[in-house]
C-alpha cells in the first residue's frame, strides 16, 4: 500500500496529533519550545531546572545527582541522557525515542543511539561548520546574501589590525567577532588602541576574526525551516540588546518583539526574501530543519546586513512558534519535526510563506529574559514561581495565579512570568533570573525600554530576596548561557 503524502495544514496537524513515537525536548528548561507539548502527541520535555515546581504535566525533571562542573549546555544534556531515572523513563515509555536540543555534540550523539533513539537535527559537525561567524559570511556570500563591509583575518596587533582594515577599506571604527560564542561575550567594540588592549587576550590567538565597519543598526531575528519543499520563513523580530535593567553585557540579547509594523513592509520583505536565499544554499550544504538569523539593519539607509546564524531553535523560537500564524496553521518547529520523521509531504510553500508575511496572522507580543544585573554574589531565599502576574494601577506587581500558558496572559496589565533561578540557587552577575512574556511592546518607536516594560521589570526583580554568602564561599560564574 502505498504511503499517504500529507498534503495540506490540516493533514499535518493530524498527523503529530495521532503521533505515536516519543519525542524528548531535552536541555536546561524548556523555555525554547513553550507549547510544543500541545502540538504533537507523546512529547515530553526532559529538564535539568524544574521551572514549574513539578506542576507542569509534560516536564520530567530527574533528582539532583553528583556531575562534574557544567562547562556548556551540552554537558547538561549529556548528564541527562545518562542519569539512571531519565534512562529509566525512556525505556518505561517505550517506542523509538526521537531527540531534539538546544545544543548538542557528538558525545550526545552517541547517547542517543545508546538509547535506542534518533537525534532529529542535522549532525553536530555540520551544526559546528555553519555557527562559525567566519563560515556564515561565505554561505551568505554564496547565497547573496550579503554582510556588513567585513575583513576575515587572524589578528596578532593592533598595527597589523589597522592594516587589514585599510586593505579591506572599512575604517578603524570597528566590530570584532570571534568564530564562536555568545555575542554578548565574544563581540568587542574597538575605536582605539585602548580599547584593543582591553580585549587584545580575547581576540589574539583565537584563529580568524571577522573584523566588521561598525554601523549604526537595531538588531532583528527572523527564524525559517529548511525543509526537501523548500525553506519556509517565520516574521522578522526586533531584538532587545544589551539594556543594562536587563543584562549586564555590552551587546547581549535580552529578548524580542513580534508585531506587525515592526519594521517598514519593504524591509520586512527584503529579510523574508533573503532568509529564503539563505534556508536554500543551507539545503544544498547539506543543513536543513530549524534556524534562525540576525540581520543588522542600518538606521539611516534600511539596508539590510546578515549579522549571524544559529543553525538551531534560539531563544527567539518561543515568539516564533506562540505568534497568531503558529495557531492558525502550525508552528513553525512541527515542520522541523515533519521533515526529520521521514514523512512524505507536498506544500506550496510559496503560498504558505505569503500567508504567513500578511501582517494579520501576527498579533503583538514581547519577552524579556531578566538577568541580575549586580556585580554581586548571594544566595536566593525567595523567588517568584512560574505563571501570570498582574500589574496594579500605581505600577507594582503581583502574582496572581499559576500557570503555563503564555495565552493565558488576557491583556498588557498580566504577564507570564518563567521562573529560572529559585531558592537555594546562586545569584551572580549575569544569572538567568527568568523570563517574562507580555502582549504589546517592550520598546518604544526609538527602540529604548518603555515605561512599562521598565515597571514590569523592576516589579519582578524586587520579587526576588537573598541572604549573604559564607565568607568562605567563592563561586565561579558560569561562562555559557543556558537560554
Known sequence: MPTKVLKNISEIRRYFHRNEDPIYFVSATNFNLLGLDEWAKNFKYICYIDCYDGRHPNVFCPSDAPHAE???????????????????????????????????????????????????????????????????????????????????????????????????????????????GDSGHTTFFIKSEADFRRHEHEIVGEGEIKVMKRIDCRGSAIEACATSQGTIVGPLMTELVGFKDLTPYRGGWCGNEIFATAFPPKTRQRARDLTFKFGEQLRKEGY?????????????????????????????????????????????????????????????????????????????WSQMVIKHTDDSVDILTQAPETGIYRMREDGSVVFDRFDYHRRAVESEKEAF???????????????????????????????????????????????????????????????????
Open 70 to 180: 557544567f562547562q556548556s549546555i551540552e554537558d547538561i544534556n549529556n548528564y541527562l541522557l545518562q542519569h539512571k531515572e531519565v534512562i529509566d523513563l525512556i525505556k518505561r515509555r517505550g517506542g523509538k525515542p526521537r531527540f531534539v536540543f538546544l545544543m548538542f555534540d557528538e558525545e550526545t550523539e552517541r547517547l542517543a543511539k545508546e538509547l535506542g533513539g534518533e537525534v532529529w537535527f542535522p549532525k553536530a559537525k555540520l551544526r559546528t561548520r555553519c555557527d562559525n561567524k567566519i563560515e556564515t559570511v561565505r554561505i551568505g556570500n554564496k547565497a547573496g546574501v550579503p554582510s556588513v563591509p567585513n575583513a576575515l583575518s587572524e589578528i596578532k596587533d593592533y598595527d597589523q589590525l589597522r592594516s587589514v582594515c585599510d586593505k579591506a577599506g572599512i575604517g578603524h571604527d570597528l566590530v570584532l567577532q570571534s568564530a564562536f
Open 288 to 364: 536543513r530543519g530549524y534556524f534562525e538569523l540576525d540581520f543588522l539593519i542600518e538606521k539611516k539607509s534600511g539596508e539590510i546586513w546578515l549579522g549571524e546564524i544559529n543553525p538551531r531553535i534560539t531563544g527567539a523560537s518561543s515568539m516564533t512558534n506562540h505568534a497568531a500564524f503558529a495557531h492558525a496553521d502550525a508552528p513553525l518547529f512541527l515542520f522541523h519535526l515533519l521533515e526529520f520523521s521521514k514523512k512524505q509531504f507536498k506544500l506550496d510553500i510559496d503560498e504558505l510563506n505569503a500567508r504567513w508575511a500578511d501582517p494579520d496572522m501576527i498579533d503583538s
Open 417 to 483: 512570568f518563567l521562573r529560572i533561578l529559585k531558592p537555594g540557587d546562586y545569584r551572580y552577575e549575569g544569572a538567568d533570573l527568568g523570563i517574562l512574556v507580555t502582549r504589546g511592546r517592550s520598546m518604544t518607536q526609538g527602540f529604548q525600554l518603555n515605561e512599562r516594560a521598565k515597571k514590569w521589570i523592576h516589579g519582578i526583580k524586587s520579587s526576588f530576596s537573598a541572604r549573604p554568602l559564607p565568607t568562605a564561599a567563592v563561586l565561579a560564574e558560569p561562562a555559557f548561557k543556558i537560554l
